[in-house]
């Protein structure tokens, strides 16, 4: 009968819990929050964007209380997201606003402001660097130093500049279609489940919400043929925005009065994906139409692949899954699959031996038919 | 023929796009065969109408595009009319346009009323389930909950229609395309349907399995005096089977009356090119 | 920075929630009402949506029996069971009697509830259709319009491939002769427990984020063919050995060394207190 034994399971349990404490000190290590925050920051960006709760020092904690294990990791934050009362919307965010520390086009080499490759592996050589076995503080310290005064040589006290969006420069050229801005309310898929059909609103949260590995693969999907968007990347942005929310209880007040609760860094993606519409006179027409991705955090290969998948939902087409918003927004929380998958390991006996009943009732049927 | 027609169409429409005023008028000099040059909008049924009376076989002949399939769908509920209206004589439903009845009534005509064929088997069968599954959705969605019973009656149409009894638990997907074919046929007979839809059910079939195909409806239609109606490219196929015909281009109806007749003398231009081509 | 837990986790807006989608999936039962699931401390497809019934119902006062496969010390009942607690302080009971809401997966108990007991099941799957159809839109309309005969062609087609309904656990219901339902993954002997149940019975799903429900005295009717009769799990001829009852749901046990094959009640606290009025009977005659 193993561990569903009838008598047992608190006991059980409680060893379970011990172990797993055990497990995480008996190498008498202590890792501290700061030193996740400060050196394992995209992990933390991760865990926040699949959490969908902007806390840095708690997704540290939770990475820390998970001994590194993602899915758990933004298992506990979203868990305690359930226990917060959510009280305010934040003001709409303008990206346009953002401080932006990288922001690169694919489409133009010269984008207004120019391209800004900031902090990225990009370039990178994926060369292991045994340097960093051996790291000296002191060492860290003086390169610290060189470069801050490098900086200062090179960038002598600019303003603060803030870069026009790429799609403003092409809705100008007429290359894009200006919509009306619409202001009607977002659903909030955790306070209401969503529905299908969906609207944007719903799939841009569930997509921004998405494990990171999933909504990659997906994406990815799409581009190599499983689908049908293949896009160009207009801007990739990362940065820091203002968030601001008005006055509880005056709702008329001005956009001016609004309190400024602080900045949460960003990855901002829109996608130009070409599509065939027709024009007044019935004939096609080339357009782009753009692809959002935006996630918490500095998380730029989620966020390119948000972009693809939404363009993809955009358009529903039966013949490829990416394209279907059932089989898309179903399967990508972190916390629905890695929860489903894991409950099989639960005894499952009672389910087996009615299936057992059903497999034993068939075959002596069988046989009494036979003889 | 004083007979009430059994299926009454009238002026049942169909387009795609807006239309605009260049293209309300049939004979626009903007419309190019059914497409209007000006807005884009296909008309793909325009201002059809005609009677089934039971027991009857009618045709309907013309080419692809002309909007014989697209019609059929629209009496079939596959997909929706632009406007019309269809009345079956059917107590319960006297005196109503069935196109405009709700989607669970819809369903209920499907099921006690109409048989269908589709061109592709794929669209009337379900490819994974038993042929015999097949053939019993339509007597469980109608409320049968005797499996004997229902066992029985697949076996008479599975016979009906030739397919060997030993077969019957296997699925269509194994079946060539004249047995899925067949299937097909039994499934829409199975709740006596009134009745009957063919959609160019022998297109794409070798001409000895049509020509088995093409007997076999004519014996269920001696033998069960169903009416039908029966979509075909195929002048061959409607001079075999219909009674009357319509002959339909560009989605309007250029011509109608007993098929012998229009065999013998057909009116209209294209027509007589489709009867020639025959001979 | 050190958060309190909120009395049963959740703040009172999420319990107002989540009780009203409950209500309304008593109004029509057997349908399956959406909410907005929320996030637990216990895994997705772990009983989140039982949890999150039970802890939105839970008063001070109430006492609380949690199973899991039968058994209230099954490893995951006792860590529902101590979840609920550590939030709440309510009392637990492992007596089927003595429990005003009691928390299962796969299982109802062998003692029939009470008008004043609500029993909770934990749904992995709530869609009876979904074989029938992968996508939601589909299977919503299914029911909304009645149209139900999927779900018995797909009994049929078992009953062509292997001579009999070959349905093991959920075998599906109809609800007040309106909605098909899935019983959740009860085996089939515990279905007839659900027809006119005197006590409420909530099903939850947290991870497809549905709650349905079948009020007191409710008919349910397991899906069958006039002649190929809706039928349970036989144990004919097998007692427990334990309590020797026969008209329960059994374990097969088998014995790693000799290979015998042996049963025993599924259901421990019921074994258990067969065994103890046993031992009263046999207390009490002894001292005639």
């Keep these: ?371 | 023929m004083y007979e009430k027609p059994i299926l009454q169409v009238k002026h049942l429409q169909k387009q795609f796009g807006e239309g605009c005023p260049h293209c309300f008028d049939k004979e626009s000099v903007y419309l190019e065969k059914n497409y209007c040059t000006v807005c884009g909008t296909v008309h793909a049924v325009r201002d059809v109408s005609f009677d089934l009376y039971p027991g009857e076989v009618l045709g309907i002949v013309g080419e692809s595009g002309s909007g014989k399939s697209t019609m059929l769908q629209g009496l079939y509920f596959d997909s929706s009319m632009t406007s019309g209206a269809v009345y079956i004589n059917q107590s319960e439903l006297t005196g109503q346009n069935v196109l405009s009845l709700s989607s669970q009534q819809k369903r209920y005509i499907r099921n006690y009323i109409y048989g269908m064929v589709y061109q592709n088997p794929v669209d009337g069968l379900k490819m994974k389930f038993s042929s015999i599954g097949n053939i019993a959705e339509k007597m469980i969605a109608a409320g049968n909950r005797n499996v004997s019973n229902i066992e029985k009656r697949s076996k008479e149409l599975l016979e009906n229609v030739h397919i060997p009894l030993r077969r019957m638990k296997e699925e269509p997907q194994y079946f060539s395309g004249g047995m899925q074919q067949r299937v097909q046929i039994a499934k829409a007979l199975s709740n006596n349907p009134p009745i009957l839809f063919l959609d160019e059910v022998t297109t794409g079939l070798d001409l000895s399995v049509q020509a088995s195909v093409l007997d076999l409806i004519k014996q269920i239609q001696r033998e069960l005096h169903i009416s039908m109606v029966v979509v075909s490219h195929d002048l061959a196929v409607i001079r075999m089977l219909a009674d009357r015909s319509i002959v339909m281009l560009n989605g309007e109806v250029i011509e109608n009356g007993l098929t012998d007749q229009i065999l013998e003398d057909p009116q209209h231009e294209y027509t007589q090119q489709l009867v020639y081509s025959l001979l | 920075m050190i958060a309190k837990p909120h009395f049963a986790f959740f703040d009172e807006g999420s319990k107002k929630e989540i009780r009203r989608a409950t209500l309304k999936a008593v109004a029509i039962p057997g349908y399956q009402v959406p909410f907005a699931s929320r996030e637990m401390p216990i895994a997705r497809g772990w009983g989140t949506g039982g949890l999150q019934l039970t802890l939105s119902l839970i008063g001070r006062n109430d006492v609380l029996k949690v199973i899991d496969q039968g058994a209230d010390e099954s490893v995951n009942a006792v860590s529902i069971k101590k979840l609920v607690q550590h939030t709440t302080g309510v009392s637990v009971t492992e007596k089927t009697q003595e429990a005003d809401i009691i928390q299962s997966r796969h299982r109802i108990p062998e003692k029939a509830l009470k008008e004043d007991q609500i029993l909770v099941l934990q749904v992995p799957n709530p869609e009876p259709l979904r074989k029938v159809d992968a996508r939601e839109y589909m299977t919503k309309r299914m029911h909304a319009e009645d149209d139900y005969s999927g779900a018995w062609l797909l009994l049929f087609e078992q009953i062509m491939k292997f001579g009999r309904m070959s349905t093991g656990a959920s075998h599906p219901v109809y609800v007040n002769g309106r909605y098909v339902m899935t019983p959740s993954p009860i085996p089939r002997f515990d279905n007839p427990k659900m027809h006119q149940s005197k006590g409420l019975i909530l099903l939850g799903a947290g991870r497809e984020k549905k709650i349905f429900a079948v009020p007191p005295y409710t008919s349910v009717e397991s899906l069958a063919f006039d002649d190929y009769p809706f039928t349970v799990e036989s144990f004919e001829g097998k007692a427990c050995k334990l309590c020797g009852s026969t008209d329960v749901f059994l374990d097969e046990i088998i014995d790693p060394d000799t290979g015998e094959r042996t049963h025993q009640c599924n259901d421990t606290s019921y074994c258990m207190e067969q065994l103890n009025s046993e031992e009263k009977v046999e207390v009490e005659n002894s001292y005639v």
């Excluded at chain 1, 520390?101 to 133009?108: D, G, H, L, P």
């Excluded at chain 1, 299908?196 to 693969?217: D, I, K, M, N, Y």
């Design chain 1, 1 to 371: 009968m193993g561990y569903v034994a009838v008598k047992g399971g608190t006991e059980a349990i409680e060893a379970s819990l011990d172990r797993l404490k055990y497990d995480r000190l008996k190498e008498a290590e202590v890792v501290e929050i700061n030193t996740v925050l400060a050196t394992m920051r995209h992990l933390v960006d991760q865990v926040m964007s699949e959490a969908s709760l902007y806390a840095p020092f708690l997704a540290a904690l939770a990475i820390k209380q998970a001994r590194g294990s993602m899915e758990e990791a933004v298992f506990l934050l979203r868990a305690h997201r359930s226990t917060l009362p959510r009280h305010y919307y934040s003001e709409t965010v303008d990206t346009e606003d953002m401080f932006v520390e990288r922001r690169v086009s694919a489409s133009f080499k010269d984008i207004p402001g120019g391209q800004l490759l900031g902090s990225t592996n990009d370039y990178a050589h994926r060369l292991l660097d045994f340097d960093l076995v051996k790291e000296s503080k002191e060492e860290n310290q003086n390169w610290l130093r060189t470069y801050h005064e490098r900086m200062k040589a090179d960038h002598p006290d600019k303003d603060l500049q803030f870069f026009p969006k790429v799609v403003d420069y092409l809705r100008a050229e007429g290359l894009f279609e200006r919509y009306p801005l619409d202001d009607t309310p977002p659903n909030d898929i955790t306070k209401e489940s969503i529905q299908f059909p969906t609207g944007r609103s719903e799939r841009l949260q569930v997509l921004t919400r998405g494990q990171t590995g999933a909504v990659t693969s997906l994406g990815y999907a799409s581009l190599r043929g499983y689908g049908q968007v293949h896009p160009t990347i207009g801007e990739v942005r990362v940065g820091s925005v203002p968030i601001h929310v008005q006055h509880p209880y005056e709702e008329d007040s001005e956009q001016d009065d609004s309190f400024y609760i602080g900045d949460v860094q960003l990855t901002e993606v829109e996608s130009f994906v070409p599509v065939t519409v027709k024009n007044n006179n019935q004939k096609e027409e080339l357009e782009f139409e753009i692809g959002y991705g935006i996630s918490f955090g500095q998380n730029e290969t989620k966020a390119i692949a948000m972009s693809i998948l939404d363009q993809c939902l955009q358009k529903p087409h039966g013949e490829f899954p990416t394209h279907d918003e059932e089989f898309v927004l179903l399967h990508i929380d972190s916390v629905e699959s890695t929860g489903f998958i894991s409950h099989l390991k639960l005894p499952h006996y009672v389910t087996f031996q009615s299936e057992l009943d059903s497999v034993r009732q068939v075959k002596k049927g069988g046989e009494s038919n036979d003889s």
